[in-house]
């Protein structure tokens, strides 16, 4: 019997039962003890503070609500990080992430695009004269480059921007319907500006894409300036609180001075002069892509705190007739679900901190004027932009499918989660495109390989003899594993090559060889994504310094990750025999073991993630594993429940038990 005070005793026997100090692989997680200490002290800067917790609940609330109060909540965390000068990006994240957990901000894209872009790509005198201004939030922005016609293709953008030289203006257009800028966050109803992505026309040419700072509304009266019209896009999946939104731009005149100057210009008399890369407009996707690693990692690591302090606890079917109902974490199809989830999120983990660090290490080299790391920075964000929003946004959905009938509500906590992380997969760029993105940097590197030249660290695996066999023994190593990975993208690599080369040798041109090889381009290019994360977690455990115990329980889930990622994907490890079925029967028989290994472990992993409930807010994840009163307390809570007979009884079933059902005929 499940009590209903203190701690719940299965999920206290499961921490009692762990190998390793769940404090030392915190530690480990989020770089060591003083990093904890402070991430602890956000959270509970904002998960005690009352301002945060007079709202009801986010699922209660209706649209508009969910708008009004994150605005609210997001205009005090603004507040509040001035004050208490959070001025790190990580402190703000953590901050953040327990003030509104996965409700995305009515001014988010203010700050993680307008500012940095502001940032990046003005000019001194540019950065001079906005930033005060949206520091203050007198200047609210977004970053409006998705037009109704086109996200993708951004070549392909119609909204123009001409200059004219005689005012030194230039005059912003959306000459068509599917012109209309669409999806924007926070564009609808509450920027006052914006930056708008054009094509430049100056002396008749078009010189391509430009970013251009737009002013849509009064600054007093917050109405649409001549020229815009500006609204919000409706409903959507989720992101409620957001007001994504669409603008109409006709005839809008801007001075010279709001064209982002600093990389590509257009002089007075209206010549143009280019920027060194004309992708390094392209740098606030990439800072966002970047972001979405770790955005999606931290989305499956809750998902699978909630979904294994819940399998601890929920107690379901006589294993033997008459006996003890199991704890659902006990059966193996539980575990075969979960653990590699639980793996995936701690991947996921680590390939953000290498994302992050990454980036500031590029884009500081990229601001010096060195631009040679571009196209790797390019194809990493990508590509684990791209790997992550889909393993963890399929991870998120596996998590609440495996609590049952309470995983559907709202009261699990995981649809708010899902909704909130499984757009990563469409913006900023959609998963199928970006990983194409990839393809087309593999098949440059391949190119390099077939002409002798120099291949960047993280490629050299493509140099692999393809006729070798795997070194798989029963023991299962690391390094063969990692081996097993690189092997399979190469050969994919190599395959997606061959088909392109076959099509161009039978006469078609290289725009159609690579259209009619896509779909090997995109199996190659997961596959080479696959092969770097799996690296990534393998060198994480094996190099990194941390406790022993803490090392080896992680080896298992690295493991784990490694090796049931090659079982759900053997087609693509065995097509051309590197491994026997010798060999697959190894993997497929140190899978169980390993879920078994795991299994002692499973509460402790993600307990060590360190997210407290009102972080989680969930009636399932709960530390102390009180879900049943939980569940109750939050159906009793439900505005459904208000008064005991509802008016729609009196107004509908009532007149329809008495066979009346005149109030249709009104209609
Ligand atoms: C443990 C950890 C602790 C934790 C600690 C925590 C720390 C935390 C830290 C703090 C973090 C904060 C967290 C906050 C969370 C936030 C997350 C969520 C935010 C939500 C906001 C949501 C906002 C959503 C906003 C939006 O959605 S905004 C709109 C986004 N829209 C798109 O993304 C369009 C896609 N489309 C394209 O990007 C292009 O269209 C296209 C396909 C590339 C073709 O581009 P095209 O110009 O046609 O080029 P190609 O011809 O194909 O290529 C020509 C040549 O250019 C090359 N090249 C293309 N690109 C690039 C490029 N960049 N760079 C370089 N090169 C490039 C290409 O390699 C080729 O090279 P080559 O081969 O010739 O050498
Ligand atoms: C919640 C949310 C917030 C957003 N916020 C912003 C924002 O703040 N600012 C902004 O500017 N935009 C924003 N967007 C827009 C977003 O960036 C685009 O939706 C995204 O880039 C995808 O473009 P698309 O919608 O045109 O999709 P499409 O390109 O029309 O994609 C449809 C399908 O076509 C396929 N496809 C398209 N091109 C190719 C190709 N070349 N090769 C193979 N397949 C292809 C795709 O894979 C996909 O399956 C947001 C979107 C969402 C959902």
Not at 11 to 39: M, Q
Not at 323 to 331: K, N, R, T
Request: hydrophobic content about 35%.
């Amino acid at each position: 019997m499940a009590t209903t005070t203190g701690v719940n005793s299965d999920l206290a026997k499961e921490r009692n039962n762990s190998t390793f100090d769940v404090e030392e692989l915190s530690n480990f997680i989020y770089r060591g003890p003083e990093k904890v200490k402070r991430r602890r002290y956000l959270h509970n800067l904002a998960t005690k503070d009352p301002f945060f917790r007079k709202f009801k609940p986010w699922a209660f609330q209706t649209r508009e609500e969910q708008y009004e109060i994150c605005l609210q909540k997001h205009l005090y965390i603004n507040k509040k990080c001035k004050e208490l000068n959070l001025t790190e990006p990580v402190d703000k994240f953590f901050y953040t992430e327990a003030a509104a957990p996965h409700e995305n901000s009515p001014i988010g894209l203010h700050t993680v695009m307008f500012i940095p872009t502001i940032e990046k790509q003005g000019t001194e005198e540019q950065k001079k004269r906005w930033l005060p201004l949206a520091e203050s939030l007198k200047m609210i922005g977004t970053y409006a480059q998705t037009e109704m016609g086109h996200g993708t293709f951004i070549r392909g953008l119609e909204t123009t921007a001409t200059y004219d030289p005689r005012t030194r203006e230039f005059i912003l257009n959306s000459p068509t319907i599917t012109s209309m800028k669409y999806w924007p966050g926070n564009l609808g109803k509450t920027t006052n500006h914006c930056l708008v992505m054009a094509q430049l026309y100056t002396q008749g040419k078009n010189c391509g894409i430009h970013m251009f700072m737009v002013q849509i509304r009064d600054l007093e009266t917050h109405m649409p300036l001549a020229g815009i019209e500006v609204g919000d896009i409706g409903p959507k999946f989720g992101y409620g609180t957001n007001d994504n939104g669409f603008l109409r731009l006709s005839n809008v005149r801007i001075p010279r001075e709001n064209m982002l100057m600093r990389y590509s210009k257009v002089l007075e008399d209206g010549t143009y002069v280019k920027p060194p890369n004309a992708k390094i407009a392209y740098g606030s996707m990439v800072l966002v892509r970047a972001a979405i690693v770790t955005d999606a990692a931290r989305a499956l690591a809750q998902a699978c705190v909630i979904s294994i302090r819940y399998s601890a606890v929920r107690r379901q079917t006589e294993v033997s007739p008459g006996g003890e109902e199991a704890q659902i974490i006990d059966y193996q199809t539980q575990q075969y679900r979960l653990f590699p989830l639980l793996a995936t999120s701690y991947a996921m983990y680590f390939a953000g901190r290498f994302m992050y660090d990454f980036y500031l290490k590029t884009t500081a080299e990229i601001e010096g004027g060195n631009l040679d790391s571009m196209p790797q920075l390019h194809a990493i964000s990508a590509g684990l932009k791209a790997f992550s929003s889909w393993m963890c946004s399929a991870g998120v959905e596996t998590c609440r499918l495996c609590c049952g009938g309470h995983g559907y509500s709202h009261a699990s906590g995981l649809p708010k989660i899902y909704i909130d992380v499984v757009p990563g997969c469409t913006y900023e760029g959609e998963n199928n495109v970006m990983m194409l993105q990839v393809a087309r940097f593999l098949m440059k590197m391949y190119g390099k390989l077939q002409n002798g030249e120099a291949l960047p660290t993280f490629m050299q695996y493509m140099s692999t003899d393809l006729n070798k066999k795997s070194c798989m023994t029963e023991e299962v190593a690391l390094n063969c594993l990692v081996m097993a990975y690189e092997h399979r993208a190469a050969r994919m690599i190599r395959d997606a090559a061959a088909s392109m080369e076959k099509l161009v040798q039978s006469g078609k041109s290289p725009v159609e060889a690579w259209n009619g090889s896509t779909v090997m381009l995109t199996w190659a290019a997961i596959a080479h994504c696959h092969a770097f994360v799996t690296k990534l977690f393998v060198e994480t455990v094996v190099k990194s310094r941390m406790d022993s115990k803490v090392q080896s329980a992680l080896t298992s889930l690295c493991k784990l990750y490694a090796v049931h990622g090659i079982v759900e994907n053997l087609g693509g490890f065995i097509q051309d025999q590197f491994f026997d079925s010798k060999q697959v029967k190894i993997l497929q028989k140190k899978l169980m073991q390993l879920l078994a290994e795991i299994r002692p472990n499973a509460v402790a992993f993600v307990d060590a993630f360190d997210y407290p409930d009102e972080v989680l807010q969930s009636c399932l994840g709960r530390y102390d594993g009180q879900v049943y009163q939980a569940l109750y307390d939050y159906a009793k809570s439900s505005p459904m429940n208000e008064k005991e007979v509802l008016d729609s009884y009196y107004k509908y079933i009532k007149p329809a038990q008495n066979g009346k059902y005149q109030q249709y005929s009104k209609l």
